[in-house]
C-alpha cells in the first residue's frame, strides 16, 4: 500500500491496465480499482498538479486526479459526452446557471494555467449538467496568461454574445479572479514570514 494519499493504487498492481481509450490524438490507458472504478492513464505529473490548483482555488470542474507511476490517474466519468459530441444540444447545456459558473471556473482555470488547448474534445457535460475539464496538460511555464485563448468554449458556444448569460459568465469569472488573487496572497504571506523567519535566526538578524 502506497504511503501518499495521493497516489493511486489499483487492485492489481502488476498489471492494472485493462484497455485504451478510444477517442482522443494518443492512446490513453484505463485502470480499474478494486472498486470498479476506472481511471484514464496520461504520461505526465501535470494533469494531476492542475487538478491541485483547482481544488485549491475550489473550482472543482475536473474529474478527481492522482498521481501514478510519475504521471496521473484521472477518474473517468460515465456518462458525460464532450462539447463536440453534442453538437447542437450545447448550446441549451451552457446555459444553466450551473454550468455558467463551471464555465467561469474553466476558463479562470484556464487563464492561470497559460492553457490554449480547451477544444471541444477537451472540455465535457456530464449527465448531471455540470462541465467536466479534461487534458489540462497542455501548459508550458513560459506561456503567457491569455483570457482571449482561455475563452474558447464561450465561444464557441455563442455565450459573449449572447446578452441574456454573458454578463453573469462575466461575473462570474470576476468573482474566480478575485479567488484566485486572495488565494495567492494568502499563500505568499505565508511564505513571507516564512522569510522573515530565515532572515530573523540569520547571526546577527541581518541577511547575507
Ligand atoms: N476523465 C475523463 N472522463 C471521461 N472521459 C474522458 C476523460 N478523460 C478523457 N476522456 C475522453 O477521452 C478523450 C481523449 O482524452 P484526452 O483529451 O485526454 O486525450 P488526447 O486529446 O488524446 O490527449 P493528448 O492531447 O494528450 O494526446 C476525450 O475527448 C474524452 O472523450
Ligand atoms: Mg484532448
Redesign the pocket.
Known sequence: MASDPHELVFADERDPLIGE?A????P?RIGVCSDGSRW?I?PTIAEYSVYRLSERLDMSVI?ETRRFRGGSA????DG?L?AHALDGDLYEAVRTPVAVSDLASIIALDVLIGNADRHA??W?VGDDGRL?A??N??NEPTRVISLYHAVRPARRTGMLDDAEHAPALIAAIRERFKRAEEALAVDLAGQRKELDEWENDLVGGSPR
Open positions: 481509450l477517442d482522443g490524438w494518443s490513453k484514464v496520461r474529474p484521472q477518474r473517468l466519468v458525460a464532450t474534445n477537451n465535457l467536466i479534461i487534458d496538460e497542455f
